[in-house]
């Protein structure tokens, strides 16, 4: 674990070196504190990996987003490093001059590394600890060079250590699954828009039709209908008969 | 003018297949979609298609030149508002897919019985309406 530039939070697991697989890829997290200003914003390019090719782009709520690079491969194309770069919205710079600013910018990472799968907190002296996300730290004190805050970094064990990492994958299953509730609302209005519309078809066909009909109902009125068509000679869509050919595609 | 496969296509297959005919097969095309509903993609494209030939079917049966009988067209447009409300239902419902099969079923049969000893050529492989195996 590394911090830079007063800026950057670097966190990276065991596998980052060069032994991660496809089933266990190594990991490298970036935390960019994003104020806004040019520093954040060629930070936030620095840390782009070099050759690194992007996979994904996950918003984390509050402004905040994570972009994935795969950087290395085996030989089956499947990414074996993946370097993860957050850009961590802060708020404008000005707000960081001042403590109540910086310690509002610290919460404002710590739930950027939840959202991200960590289990991270931070106590009333401004001891950041972090847990979770197979990430083994050689936790060392560090500073936010430039600030007046120090965050002392600590390494949680047994089941301390436990807790904060399901704490974390709860926190990043609650992000997913925020995803998937817009997804599934996208898909309820469309549901009804398409109702509303076999509504609308029905309403112009005219007061002839019993537009809410029951299954059962439904069931008999096919029944009588079979019998009344086949004392007919004509097809159903006899105005554009060809038009049924397009379902088949 | 621009060569258009689909269109000739289309021409083609309305010169060989009567429309009752192609009535029946997609129909037989939409059953056998439906009585394979195992995975959720699958059943998604099958009530999609359900919904499609209903509203195909529903659009000419509007038309003013269209020659159904009155009472029959009354009848066929209930069922296809219906089949195409439950079909969106099923959607997101675990609604079941039998009663659409039914009410598909009977139309064939009504088809079918206009021209008992008929037999139509398949005019895709994926329609085989004719099929022991398949629920039509």
Redesign the interface.
């Known amino acids: 674990m590394t911090l830079t530039g007063g800026l950057n939070l670097t966190v990276q697991n065991a596998n980052f070196g060069g032994t991660g697989t496809s089933q266990n890829p190594g990991q490298q997290y970036i935390f960019v504190l994003n104020d806004g200003s040019a520093g954040a914003t060629s930070a936030l390019t620095a840390a782009k990996p070099a050759g690194g090719v992007a996979a994904a782009t996950q918003d984390l709520g509050n402004g905040s987003t994570s972009t994935s690079y795969a950087t290395a491969f085996d030989s089956s194309g499947n990414a074996t490093q993946q370097v993860n770069v957050i850009s961590v919205n802060v708020g404008p710079a000005s707000g960081l001059t001042t403590q109540a600013g910086q310690t509002t910018a610290i919460n404002d990472l710590v739930t950027a590394m939840n959202a991200t799968g960590f289990g991270a907190s931070v106590d009333n002296n401004n001891n950041l600890s972090i847990a979770g996300n197979n990430v083994s730290l050689t936790g060392a004190a560090t500073t936010i060079t430039n600030t007046a805050v120090t965050i002392a970094a600590s390494q949680l064990t047994g089941a301390a250590a436990t807790i904060a990492a399901v704490s974390g994958a709860v926190n990043k299953l609650g992000n997913i699954s925020a995803q998937l509730g817009d997804a599934s609302n996208q898909?309820?209005g469309l549901?009804s828009f398409?109702?509303s519309l076999?509504n609308a078809?029905?309403a112009?066909?005219g007061a002839?039709?019993?537009?809410?009909?029951a299954?059962e109902s439904?069931?008999l009125?096919?029944?009588?209908?079979?019998?009344?068509?086949?004392i007919?000679?004509?097809?159903?869509?006899?105005?554009?008969?060809?038009?049924?050919?397009?379902?088949?595609k | 003018m621009a060569y258009d496969p689909v269109a000739k296509y289309q021409r083609a297959s309305e010169a060989s297949a009567p429309p009752r005919d192609t009535e029946i097969m997609a129909f037989g095309f939409v059953n056998r979609l439906l009585g394979d509903d195992q995975d959720a993609r699958k059943r998604m494209k099958a009530l999609g298609k359900n919904h499609e030939l209903w509203s195909l079917l529903l659009k000419d049966l509007s038309r003013s030149g269209n020659a159904v009988p009155e009472g029959l067209k009354q009848q066929l447009v209930s069922l296809g508002a219906w089949s195409m409300h439950y079909s969106v239902k099923a959607m997101c419902t675990g609604l079941p897919v039998g009663p659409l099969i039914e009410v598909n079923r009977n139309i064939v049969d009504g088809l079918r019985a206009q021209a008992p000893n008929h037999v139509p050529a398949p005019a895709c492989p994926a329609a085989a309406p004719f099929s022991a195996s398949i629920a039509v």
């Open positions: 898909i309820s549901q398409t109702s076999s078809l029905t112009g066909v002839l039709t019993d537009a809410d009909l299954t439904a069931k009125t096919s029944l009588q209908t079979k019998q009344q068509l086949a007919q000679s004509l097809s159903i869509a006899n105005q554009q008969p060809q038009s049924l050919l397009s379902l088949f």
